[in-house]
């Protein structure tokens, strides 16, 4: 069945750094979804990629799915101790699977 | 609205009771589903609904069930509960099956001892 896998698990940065988190899938996507979860809350939806090679932005937040609709990044640009939490994606090819989510630190 | 509503927030059960984890969302939504969050897994897909009386399982179905009586509820239910069932769990819901965001509730931490 579909896969998306997701990498790095955890990240710890320094306030002012940037992130990224990959997720690539075993098959083609029809779509897929960010969220993010702030310790302790529940995930919430930031934002969705369909189109091939689309690039989405979001104040610091830059989004990207890829030419083969296989993986997607989301990057952020000089974290802040806000950003901090763990960001999953979902795919949905099907049937919808998330990745296992990368848990962000940020240290002051 | 209130959007999706999760009940209890915590649970201790012992080995072997039965708990029903609620869930109710007002936004109409037709698709209905619950996930268990467990660290380093994810998010993994217990059960799902794409409408009222309509219910399919998901990746982890062993050891609960669900039904769909309504558009509004989509209660877990947990026969005999296990230790390896601690965990967090969340219902979530979104208006289609497909191309469409996931609206979470607050979650339940649930122990088994």
């Known amino acids: 069945g579909q896969q998306v896998m997701q990498i790095p698990q955890y990240q710890h940065v320094q306030e002012g750094e940037d992130f990224t988190t990959y997720c690539n899938s075993s098959?083609?996507?029809?779509?897929i979804q960010w969220y993010k979860q702030r310790p302790g809350g529940h995930p919430v939806f930031l934002i969705q990629l369909v189109k091939s090679g689309e690039v989405k932005k979001q104040k610091r937040l830059t989004f990207q799915f890829g030419e083969a609709k296989k993986n997607s990044s989301l990057h952020i640009t000089a974290t802040q101790t806000t950003d901090v939490g763990t960001y999953f994606c979902?795919?949905?090819?099907?049937?919808?699977?998330f990745g296992a989510g990368t848990r962000l630190t940020v240290k002051p | 609205n209130a959007g999706v509503t999760q009940t209890p927030k915590f649970q201790v059960l012992k080995t072997g009771q039965s708990m029903t984890l609620q869930c109710a969302q007002d936004?109409?939504?037709?698709?209905m589903s619950w996930y268990r969050q467990d660290p380093g897994m994810g998010l993994r897909l217990i059960h799902y609904?794409?409408?009222?009386?309509?219910?399919d399982q998901g990746e982890v179905p062993n050891g609960y069930n669900v039904s769909r009586s309504t558009t509004e509820d989509f209660p877990l239910r947990l026969l005999s509960a296990a230790p390896s069932q601690t965990s967090v769990y969340f219902c979530?819901?979104?208006?289609?099956?497909?191309?469409?965001?996931?609206?979470f509730g607050s979650g339940t931490q649930l122990s088994v001892l």
């Open positions: 936004m109409n939504h037709e698709y």
């Open positions: 979530a819901s979104r208006r289609t099956g497909r191309n469409e965001k996931l609206f």
């Open positions: 609904s794409v409408g009222a009386g309509i219910t």
């Open positions: 098959t083609t996507l029809s779509n």
């Open positions: 979902e795919g949905w090819n099907n049937d919808m699977r």
